[in-house]
Protein backbone atom coordinates (compact mmCIF):
# COMPACT_ATOMS: atom_id res chain seq x y z
CA UNK A 1 0.00 0.00 0.00
CA UNK A 2 1.25 3.61 -0.87
CA UNK A 3 1.04 5.68 2.18
CA UNK A 4 1.01 8.51 -0.01
CA UNK A 5 3.58 10.27 2.12
CA UNK A 6 6.48 10.47 -0.15
CA UNK A 7 7.44 14.16 -0.36
CA UNK A 8 6.20 15.05 2.92
CA UNK A 9 7.92 16.79 5.95
CA UNK A 10 7.85 15.12 9.35
CA UNK A 11 8.48 16.52 12.66
CA UNK A 12 9.34 13.31 15.05
CA UNK A 13 10.11 14.55 19.02
CA UNK A 14 12.71 12.22 20.84
CA UNK A 15 13.80 10.59 18.13
CA UNK A 16 17.05 9.33 18.53
CA UNK A 17 16.03 6.01 19.97
CA UNK A 18 13.24 3.79 21.23
CA UNK A 19 9.87 4.49 20.01
CA UNK A 20 10.77 7.87 18.38
CA UNK A 21 13.61 6.69 16.49
CA UNK A 22 11.04 3.70 15.01
CA UNK A 23 8.72 6.10 13.85
CA UNK A 24 11.39 7.97 12.10
CA UNK A 25 12.70 5.06 10.49
CA UNK A 26 9.23 4.32 9.21
CA UNK A 27 8.25 7.82 7.96
CA UNK A 28 11.24 7.90 6.20
CA UNK A 29 10.79 4.75 4.86
CA UNK A 30 7.91 5.42 3.36
CA UNK A 31 9.55 8.98 1.76
CA UNK A 32 8.99 11.61 4.20
CA UNK A 33 11.75 13.96 4.76
CA UNK A 34 12.37 14.53 8.46
CA UNK A 35 12.89 16.46 11.27
CA UNK A 36 14.48 15.29 14.37
CA UNK A 37 15.22 16.35 17.84
CA UNK A 38 16.34 14.71 21.07
CA UNK A 39 18.41 16.00 23.64
CA UNK A 40 21.52 13.77 23.29
CA UNK A 41 23.74 15.00 20.28
CA UNK A 42 25.54 12.10 19.67
CA UNK A 43 23.10 9.52 19.53
CA UNK A 44 20.88 11.59 17.57
CA UNK A 45 23.52 11.99 14.94
CA UNK A 46 23.85 8.76 14.70
CA UNK A 47 20.39 8.09 14.15
CA UNK A 48 19.87 10.74 11.25
CA UNK A 49 22.77 9.55 9.52
CA UNK A 50 21.52 6.11 9.45
CA UNK A 51 17.70 6.87 8.32
CA UNK A 52 19.86 8.91 5.49
CA UNK A 53 21.84 6.06 4.60
CA UNK A 54 19.11 3.34 4.80
CA UNK A 55 15.99 5.75 3.36
CA UNK A 56 17.86 8.16 1.11
CA UNK A 57 15.19 11.23 2.55
CA UNK A 58 16.03 14.18 3.66
CA UNK A 59 17.15 14.53 7.74
CA UNK A 60 17.84 17.63 9.47
CA UNK A 61 18.56 17.51 13.39
CA UNK A 62 18.00 19.72 16.24
CA UNK A 63 19.38 19.11 20.22
CA UNK A 64 17.05 20.18 21.99
CA UNK A 65 15.48 19.66 25.54
CA UNK A 66 11.27 20.28 24.78
CA UNK A 67 10.29 20.57 28.23
CA UNK A 68 11.66 23.86 27.38
CA UNK A 69 9.93 26.24 25.71
CA UNK A 70 12.89 28.16 24.05
CA UNK A 71 13.84 24.56 22.71
CA UNK A 72 10.62 23.85 21.09
CA UNK A 73 10.01 26.95 19.35
CA UNK A 74 14.04 26.41 18.44
CA UNK A 75 12.91 22.95 16.98
CA UNK A 76 10.30 24.14 14.98
CA UNK A 77 11.76 27.51 13.43
CA UNK A 78 14.71 25.59 12.23
CA UNK A 79 11.92 22.65 10.46
CA UNK A 80 10.29 25.71 8.81
CA UNK A 81 13.82 27.34 8.04
CA UNK A 82 14.69 23.80 6.52
CA UNK A 83 11.97 22.43 4.95
CA UNK A 84 9.20 25.52 4.92
CA UNK A 85 6.23 23.36 6.48
CA UNK A 86 5.66 20.64 8.66
CA UNK A 87 2.79 18.09 7.34
CA UNK A 88 3.23 15.97 10.17
CA UNK A 89 3.62 16.51 13.64
CA UNK A 90 4.66 13.19 15.68
CA UNK A 91 4.93 14.51 19.98
CA UNK A 92 6.65 11.90 21.73
CA UNK A 93 9.23 12.47 24.89
CA UNK A 94 10.18 9.96 27.74
CA UNK A 95 8.35 8.96 30.22
CA UNK A 96 8.07 10.98 33.85
CA UNK A 97 9.32 9.36 36.58
CA UNK A 98 7.95 6.15 38.59
CA UNK A 99 6.21 6.17 42.10
CA UNK A 100 3.23 6.40 43.74
CA UNK A 101 2.33 10.22 44.84
CA UNK A 102 3.63 10.68 48.28
CA UNK A 103 7.07 10.02 46.05
CA UNK A 104 6.68 13.15 44.19
CA UNK A 105 6.78 16.94 45.14
CA UNK A 106 5.39 19.79 43.42
CA UNK A 107 8.61 19.99 41.00
CA UNK A 108 8.53 16.73 40.14
CA UNK A 109 5.22 17.49 38.90
CA UNK A 110 5.87 20.85 37.10
CA UNK A 111 8.35 18.77 35.98
CA UNK A 112 5.96 16.02 34.40
CA UNK A 113 3.51 18.72 32.74
CA UNK A 114 6.44 20.85 30.90
CA UNK A 115 7.90 17.39 29.80
CA UNK A 116 4.77 15.64 28.59
CA UNK A 117 1.66 17.94 28.01
CA UNK A 118 3.62 21.53 27.35
CA UNK A 119 5.71 20.01 24.80
CA UNK A 120 2.36 18.76 22.97
CA UNK A 121 0.75 21.90 23.34
CA UNK A 122 3.49 24.28 21.76
CA UNK A 123 4.57 21.89 19.35
CA UNK A 124 0.93 21.82 17.94
CA UNK A 125 0.68 25.52 18.54
CA UNK A 126 3.98 25.93 15.84
CA UNK A 127 3.06 23.82 13.52
CA UNK A 128 -0.75 23.92 13.14
CA UNK A 129 -1.18 27.44 11.57
CA UNK A 130 0.73 26.36 8.53
CA UNK A 131 -1.24 23.27 8.17
CA UNK A 132 -4.42 25.05 8.64
CA UNK A 133 -3.33 27.38 5.82
CA UNK A 134 -2.44 24.28 3.67
CA UNK A 135 -5.68 22.39 4.51
CA UNK A 136 -4.07 19.23 5.31
CA UNK A 137 -1.94 18.15 8.33
CA UNK A 138 -1.48 14.89 10.81
CA UNK A 139 -0.96 15.75 14.61
CA UNK A 140 0.00 11.91 16.32
CA UNK A 141 0.60 12.04 19.78
CA UNK A 142 2.61 8.63 21.55
CA UNK A 143 0.71 8.87 24.65
CA UNK A 144 0.11 5.36 26.88
CA UNK A 145 -2.18 2.31 27.67
CA UNK A 146 -1.52 4.30 31.22
CA UNK A 147 -4.63 6.31 30.39
CA UNK A 148 -6.80 3.73 29.56
CA UNK A 149 -6.05 1.48 32.30
CA UNK A 150 -3.77 2.95 34.79
CA UNK A 151 -0.81 1.02 35.44
CA UNK A 152 0.31 1.06 38.94
CA UNK A 153 3.43 2.97 40.11
CA UNK A 154 2.93 5.46 37.17
CA UNK A 155 0.66 8.50 38.95
CA UNK A 156 2.75 11.25 36.95
CA UNK A 157 2.49 9.17 33.84
CA UNK A 158 -0.94 7.99 34.35
CA UNK A 159 -2.53 11.68 35.17
CA UNK A 160 -0.76 13.53 32.29
CA UNK A 161 -0.97 11.60 29.55
CA UNK A 162 -4.77 11.56 30.31
CA UNK A 163 -4.52 15.39 29.56
CA UNK A 164 -3.02 14.75 26.52
CA UNK A 165 -5.82 12.78 25.65
CA UNK A 166 -8.64 15.53 26.41
CA UNK A 167 -6.05 18.02 24.62
CA UNK A 168 -6.34 16.23 21.71
CA UNK A 169 -9.38 14.70 21.26
CA UNK A 170 -10.92 18.77 21.52
CA UNK A 171 -8.28 19.73 18.92
CA UNK A 172 -9.33 17.00 16.70
CA UNK A 173 -12.34 18.45 16.38
CA UNK A 174 -11.79 22.14 16.20
CA UNK A 175 -9.61 21.83 12.84
CA UNK A 176 -11.55 18.76 11.48
CA UNK A 177 -12.59 21.05 8.85
CA UNK A 178 -9.34 21.84 7.55
CA UNK A 179 -8.41 18.34 6.72
CA UNK A 180 -6.06 18.10 9.76
CA UNK A 181 -6.14 14.83 11.77
CA UNK A 182 -5.32 14.68 15.71
CA UNK A 183 -4.63 11.37 16.82
CA UNK A 184 -2.93 9.65 19.91
CA UNK A 185 -1.27 6.51 19.62
CA UNK A 186 -0.86 4.05 23.11
CA UNK A 187 2.47 1.96 23.30
CA UNK A 188 1.98 -0.74 25.74
CA UNK A 189 4.53 -2.82 27.21
CA UNK A 190 7.41 -2.81 24.28
CA UNK A 191 11.29 -3.81 23.68
CA UNK A 192 12.73 0.01 24.95
CA UNK A 193 14.92 1.36 27.17
CA UNK A 194 11.59 2.46 29.22
CA UNK A 195 10.55 -0.66 30.07
CA UNK A 196 14.10 -2.58 30.76
CA UNK A 197 14.25 0.64 33.36
CA UNK A 198 10.34 -0.04 35.19
CA UNK A 199 11.24 -4.14 35.06
CA UNK A 200 14.67 -2.86 37.29
CA UNK A 201 13.15 -0.57 39.52
CA UNK A 202 10.54 -3.59 40.46
CA UNK A 203 13.26 -5.57 40.42
CA UNK A 204 14.81 -3.53 43.31
CA UNK A 205 11.58 -2.63 44.70
CA UNK A 206 10.20 -6.93 44.89
CA UNK A 207 14.25 -8.40 45.50
CA UNK A 208 13.72 -9.94 41.86
CA UNK A 209 15.63 -9.79 38.50
CA UNK A 210 14.99 -7.72 35.88
CA UNK A 211 14.43 -10.81 33.37
CA UNK A 212 11.43 -12.18 35.89
CA UNK A 213 9.85 -8.90 35.63
CA UNK A 214 10.37 -8.54 31.96
CA UNK A 215 8.23 -12.17 32.14
CA UNK A 216 5.68 -10.72 34.42
CA UNK A 217 5.33 -7.82 31.95
CA UNK A 218 4.78 -10.65 29.10
CA UNK A 219 2.44 -12.84 31.47
CA UNK A 220 -0.03 -10.19 31.41
CA UNK A 221 -0.03 -9.68 27.44
CA UNK A 222 -2.41 -11.79 25.21
CA UNK A 223 0.21 -12.21 22.74
CA UNK A 224 2.41 -13.15 25.68
CA UNK A 225 5.18 -11.18 24.22
CA UNK A 226 6.60 -7.66 24.04
CA UNK A 227 6.10 -5.40 21.10
CA UNK A 228 8.49 -4.22 19.46
CA UNK A 229 9.22 -1.08 18.23
CA UNK A 230 8.78 -0.95 14.12
CA UNK A 231 5.52 -2.70 15.17
CA UNK A 232 4.32 0.45 17.16
CA UNK A 233 5.77 2.80 14.48
CA UNK A 234 3.52 0.99 11.79
CA UNK A 235 0.37 2.25 14.05
CA UNK A 236 1.74 5.66 13.72
CA UNK A 237 2.94 5.70 9.68
CA UNK A 238 -0.85 4.85 8.95
CA UNK A 239 -2.21 7.63 11.07
CA UNK A 240 0.15 9.86 9.20
CA UNK A 241 -0.69 8.60 5.65
CA UNK A 242 -3.44 9.74 3.28
CA UNK A 243 -4.83 6.60 3.79
CA UNK A 244 -6.44 7.61 7.35
CA UNK A 245 -7.67 10.52 6.37
CA UNK A 246 -11.03 10.01 8.08
CA UNK A 247 -9.69 8.77 11.15
CA UNK A 248 -9.55 11.65 14.08
CA UNK A 249 -10.02 11.99 17.69
CA UNK A 250 -8.66 8.62 18.03
CA UNK A 251 -6.69 6.56 20.77
CA UNK A 252 -5.72 3.59 19.17
CA UNK A 253 -3.59 0.87 21.54
CA UNK A 254 -0.65 -1.12 20.26
CA UNK A 255 -0.35 -3.14 23.11
CA UNK A 256 -0.57 -6.90 22.40
CA UNK A 257 -4.47 -6.87 23.90
CA UNK A 258 -3.14 -5.61 27.38
CA UNK A 259 -5.69 -3.13 27.73
CA UNK A 260 -8.92 -5.10 29.16
CA UNK A 261 -11.25 -2.53 28.62
CA UNK A 262 -14.54 -2.88 25.50
CA UNK A 263 -13.85 0.88 23.77
Known amino acids: MDLGLRGKVALVAASSMGLGRAVAE??????????????????LAAAADAIRQETGVRVETVTADLSELSDVQRVSDAALRAFGRVDVLVTNAGGPPAGP???HGHDAWQAAVRQNLDSVV????????????RRWGRI????SI?????VDGLILSNSIRAAVTGFARTLANE???????????MPGYTR???????????????????????A???RQIPMGRLGEPAEFAAMVAFLASERASYTTGASIPVDGGWIRSLL
Open 140 to 143: INVT
Open 146 to 150: AVKQP
Open 192 to 214: TQRVETLAARNAAMRDSSPAAEL
Open 101 to 103: FES
Open 216 to 218: LFE
Open 175 to 185: VATYGITVNNV
Open 122 to 133: ELVRAVLPGMKE
Open 26 to 43: ALASEGADLMMCARGEER
